[in-house]
């Protein structure tokens, strides 16, 4: 059902005719996904930087108002930090830094924007939107046993951790919000440079894994279970480039 309601929405926006497209636009920039630990309080998601790139094609609605379309690429990775005791109480700590793939997808993004035009070079624009799921591949389905070191930082004691991941898989969520806000400069009648800060995410989980662990001084199995609700924030340099006559 999903496809034919898009396939719909891109008829209508863009009304299959080239000349009603005003503008192409291509995106990419550093970005945080969130992952929160749940079902023991000593493990802690931790938010590693990726990369996220986009291309749109846009339609102008007025002389504030326009449309998106675009297509985005997506790696989900995720780290955490496991807090523990050795057998003195003193609390040690380990940065499993050795980041974990989750999965990869390519989001569909339908946008509705508005713009307000500062000066002949500058422009500031807010949006908002879905991304839809066109397609999420699990990097890792199998376990993946990490052996590491945990340690106080104040006495520099250290011990060993054993720590095995598994049971990645995907939840019900299959769509995020998104939300943009960002400014462009003009460089010439064709092209502008764009800046902008991406939020996005949903209110239902889309991927979870769970953890076990061990150390030398608590070596009962200790479990915890990572998940994501998508949210990311972005922060993206881009290119908008003038297809059909309208002021960038």
Not at 36 to 50: D, F, Q, R, S
Not at 188 to 205: D, H
């Amino acid at each position: 059902m999903r496809i034919p309601i898009i396939a719909f929405f891109c008829f209508y926006i863009f009304n299959v005719d080239a000349q009603t497209i005003n503008y192409f636009e291509f995106e990419m920039g550093p970005k945080v996904d969130r992952y929160n630990a749940v079902g023991n309080e000593n493990v802690k998601g931790l938010m590693p930087i990726g990369v996220g790139a986009g291309v749109s094609l846009g339609k102008m609605l007025s002389e504030k108002s326009y449309v998106e379309v675009g297509l985005f690429k997506n790696d989900y990775s995720s780290n955490f930090e496991i807090i523990s005791r050795d057998l003195e109480g003193q609390e040690l700590t380990s940065k499993i830094n050795r980041l974990y793939p989750t999965f990869s997808s390519t989001q569909l993004a339908l946008m509705l924007g508005h713009r307000l035009r500062l000066s002949e070079k500058w422009t500031i624009y807010g949006e908002a939107g879905v991304h839809l799921f066109v397609n999420r591949r699990l990097d890792r389905e199998g376990s993946l046993g990490i052996n590491s070191k945990t340690q106080n930082d104040e006495s520099g004691y250290e011990e060993n951790i054993y720590v095995t991941t598994f049971s990645n898989g995907f939840e019900s969520g299959s769509f995020l919000l998104r939300l943009n806000m960002g400014c462009y400069r003009d460089i010439s009648e064709t092209m502008a440079i764009n800046f902008s800060i991406s939020a996005r995410g949903s209110s239902v989980v889309i991927n979870e894994y769970e953890i076990q662990y061990t150390t030398d001084s608590e070596p009962q199995n200790q479990n915890a279970k990572l998940q994501t609700n998508g949210s990311q924030l972005g922060f993206y340099l881009g290119l908008k480039y003038r297809i059909s006559s309208f002021s960038l």
